[in-house]
């Protein structure tokens, strides 16, 4: 059975923590993306990565940095937490097969962040 | 870039009555359209997606979409809901991002209610 772990389900930090959220898959899959939702918003991506080392910047990056050492982990950090950063922050892992856009994402649990 | 609307913010229908969530696209060429659903406090789990070929896609949970070209929309339907199917749902369509790497777009999310 697929599986995208996050490593929190409830997080609860101070302003100006660092904070850092943890995505674990174990489906070999090459794309691995963080998003955040917040009601009527819906998803949003922060960044993504497509292979080791490499990250591209969503279409909100400001305030948070990713790291991907190994393939089957993707890191977000919080470099200094704020209030307005409160969220649900879900990890999705991209299954590439065949050619073109023939793809099917698979997501973690969700990590429910309160900033206080 | 592709671009996904969902019309419909909020949903409410009664027990056993037929459903019909709207979704559109905005793609050239023959999209690859997807179907996600989240339950409270829950990830996403896909329902459905349309690559090719049969416009009638059949899902899980009895779900099935209809993709039309021409109306440049995948709206989701079934035609008897059952209590347990109140949810978030969201459409998404992929896009590629440079370096052989694709990332998902999704529309904002319907909020399905359902009364007994």
């Known amino acids: 059975d697929v599986k995208v772990t996050q490593s929190s389900r409830y997080l609860v930090k101070r302003t100006g923590e660092k904070v850092f959220l943890e995505c674990v898959q174990d489906?070999?899959?090459?794309?691995m993306f963080w998003y955040r939702q917040d009601p009527g918003l819906g998803l949003r991506l922060i960044y993504f990565s497509y292979d080791v080392k490499m990250k591209e910047k969503g279409d909100i990056p400001e305030g948070y940095s990713v790291s991907r050492e190994k393939k089957e982990r993707f890191s977000l950090i919080l470099e200094s937490a704020s209030t307005n950063q409160t969220s649900m922050y879900l990890c999705?892992?991209?299954?590439?097969?065949?050619?073109?856009?023939?793809?099917?994402?698979?997501f973690g649990q969700g990590t429910r962040l309160t900033v206080v | 870039a592709q671009s996904v609307t969902q019309p419909d913010i909020h949903i409410t229908v009664s027990e056993g009555a037929s459903l019909e969530l709207r979704c559109n696209y905005s793609?050239?060429?023959?999209?690859?359209l997807f179907w996600y659903v989240q339950s409270p406090g829950q990830g996403l789990q896909l329902l459905l997606k349309?690559?090719?070929?049969?416009?009638l896609v059949q899902g899980i949970k009895g779900f099935e979409a209809e993709f039309k070209r021409s109306q440049s929309s995948f709206n989701l339907r079934k035609p008897s809901v059952h209590w347990s199917d109140a949810a978030e749902y969201f459409c998404?369509?992929?896009?590629?991002?440079?370096?052989?790497?694709?990332?998902?777009?999704f529309g904002k999310g319907t909020k399905l209610s359902v009364i007994p």
């Open positions: 999705a892992s991209l299954d590439r097969t065949g050619k073109g856009a023939n793809t099917e994402a698979f």
């Open positions: 489906m070999d899959h090459e794309n």
């Open positions: 793609y050239g060429a023959t999209p690859y």
């Open positions: 349309y690559f090719s070929g049969d416009t």
């Open positions: 998404a369509a992929p896009s590629y991002s440079g370096a052989g790497s694709y990332q998902l777009t």
